[in-house]
């Protein structure tokens, strides 16, 4: 199983950016399908940006443009970076890992993935 903590939350105006970043331990795979989600007080958690095995990536719609993931597989870390944040980009975000032995392939969707930290606050201000 592996351990994800993720960094790089806190609060900022409207039009300004954040990265976020996401470090893997223990039984870490650079197969591994990692994403980013994010939940805001009473929604449902959602997919932001997903990049699969080979480096393919994909956004939620809300994001594109604005939002890049990255991963550096060498180093087991998983970033997000954030440019013109809204407000409606406030919420908690999540860093996630699928298991390798559930395939390579995976969408953004909670359920394809297995491993989940704790969350890390984002609130943008108008």
């Known amino acids: 199983q592996v351990q994800l903590l993720e960094s790089g939350g806190g609060s900022v105006q409207a039009g300004g950016s954040l990265r976020l970043s996401c470090a893997a331990s223990?039984?870490?795979?650079?197969?591994?399908?990692m994403g980013w989600f994010r939940q805001a007080p009473g929604k449902e958690r959602e997919g932001v940006a997903i990049i699969r095995s080979f480096g393919t990536t994909l956004f939620a719609d809300s994001v594109k443009g604005r939002f890049t993931i990255s991963r550096d597989n060498a180093k087991n870390t998983l970033s997000l970076q954030m440019n013109s944040l809204k407000p409606e980009d406030t919420a908690m975000y999540y860093c996630a890992a699928r298991s390798p032995s559930r395939g390579p392939g995976c969408q953004a969707r909670v359920t394809d993935f297995d491993a989940w930290g704790q969350g890390t606050q984002v609130t943008v201000s108008s």
């Open positions: 223990g039984n870490t795979h650079s197969n591994y399908c």
